[in-house]
């Protein structure tokens, strides 16, 4: 049984740090690509980060890069996304995503095969 859990949400200021973290159970980094997504209220689920099992793929969203980074630990079956400088438009849940070891288009939700529940991120100015 794949199990996500996303932990790190929280509420913050304009211009501080958050760092998220997703444990994994049932499935293995080293073989499968990671991602996060990220909803607000009202709005569609959207792409923020992804990884592939190598780490040669490194893929972010236009309005998070340069602020945030997506990394893994595969021997803690964990995945981080570190966000700096954040927004008061970051503000979101923050879920998990975990794929196959090959995705076709990693922007779309539908690629991806597992979700955990989600961690709230807010952002005030």
């Known amino acids: 049984q794949v199990r996500l859990v996303e932990s790190g949400g929280g509420s913050v200021q304009a211009g501080d740090s958050l760092r998220l973290s997703c444990v994994t159970s049932?499935?293995?980094?080293?073989?499968?690509?990671m991602a996060w997504f990220r909803q607000a209220p009202g709005k569609e689920r959207e792409f923020v980060a992804a990884i592939s099992p190598s780490d040669v793929y490194i893929d972010y969203a236009a309005s998070v890069k340069d602020r945030f980074t997506i990394s893994k630990n595969n021997g803690k079956n964990t995945v981080t996304l570190q966000m700096n400088a954040l927004k008061p438009e970051d503000t979101a849940a923050y879920y998990c995503a975990a794929g196959s070891n090959q995705i076709i288009n990693p922007r779309v939700t539908g690629d991806w095969l597992y979700w955990g529940q989600g961690t709230l991120v807010t952002v005030s100015s």
């Open positions: 049932g499935i293995s980094l080293s073989t499968t690509y």
